[in-house]
Antibody
Framework: QVRLQESGSGLVKPSETLSLTCTIS????????WGWLRQPPGKGLEWLGD???????NYNPSVKSRVTISIDTSKNQFSLKMRSVTAADTAVYYC??????????????WGQGTLVTVSS | DIQVTQSPSSLSVSVGDTVTITCRAS??????LNWYQQKPGKAPKFLIY???TLQSGVPSRFSGSGSGTDFTLTISSLQPEDFATYYC????????FGGGTKVEI
């Protein structure tokens, strides 16, 4: 059974860089996209971007200038870095697997989520 | 960008009721529409993809329909474990979600 687990700093200072890692257990990257989403407290979901197992990436234009997603297949991990954070980036961050089918993509596997707070 | 609007934002129901949630896209997204259920403090759970196909293990009381710009999630005979927030998500353009519908007592 494939599982995802987020890890990283839960508190980041304004203007600094948020760094999170997602570890895949019980499986491998295989032929899938792997992504990051976030959910501010009490609000809805926002897709940030994804990465294919080959390293090819896609980003939401709303964060593209500040975000980098990378992959380490040897460790079965993929990571998110978000630069120049502000209080508006405070959210629960989820790593996900993107399931591809004939009518697009869906998020079929989720990590438990990790709260990142931006505060001095 | 494709905007996805859900309605209502919340609704009060009882066990045994039938619930209908609507999702409207700002342009034709064919059947590139998925549904999720989220309970407090938990990650969302994947329910339906391609507008109407149930993910494995999802109870048959859940159903989805629609194409183009208008979509519906229906929960028949609501069970206590179905009280949650439901989100639609489109994948025709930049991946995005509706604002959510909270189903409460």
């Amino acid at each position: 059974q494939v599982r995802l687990q987020e890890s990283g700093s839960g508190l980041v200072k304004p203007s600094e860089t948020l760094s999170l890692t997602c570890t895949i257990s019980g499986g491998s990257f295989s032929n899938s996209y792997w992504g990051w989403l976030r959910q501010p407290p009490g609000k809805g979901l926002e897709w940030l971007g994804d990465i294919f197992y080959t390293g090819s990436t896609n980003y939401n234009p709303s964060v593209k200038s500040r975000v980098t997603i990378s992959i380490d297949t040897s460790k079965n991990q993929f990571s998110l870095k978000m630069r120049s954070v502000t209080a508006a980036d405070t959210a629960v961050y989820y790593c996900v697997r993107e399931y591809s089918f004939s009518s697009g993509y869906a998020f079929d596997l989720w990590g438990q989520g990790t709260l990142v707070t931006v505060s001095s | 960008d494709i905007q996805v609007t859900q309605s209502p934002s919340s609704l009060s129901v009882s066990v045994g009721d039938t619930v209908t949630i609507t999702c409207r896209a700002s342009q034709n997204i064919h059947t590139f529409l998925n549904w999720y259920q989220q309970k407090p403090g938990k990650a969302p759970k994947f329910l339906i993809y391609a507008a109407s196909t149930l993910q494995s293990g999802v109870p048959s009381r859940f159903s989805g329909s629609g194409s183009g710009t208008d979509f519906t999630l229906t929960i028949s005979s609501l069970q206590p474990e179905d009280f949650a927030t439901y989100y639609c998500q489109q994948s025709y353009g930049i991946l995005s979600f509706g604002g959510g519908t909270k189903v409460e007592i």
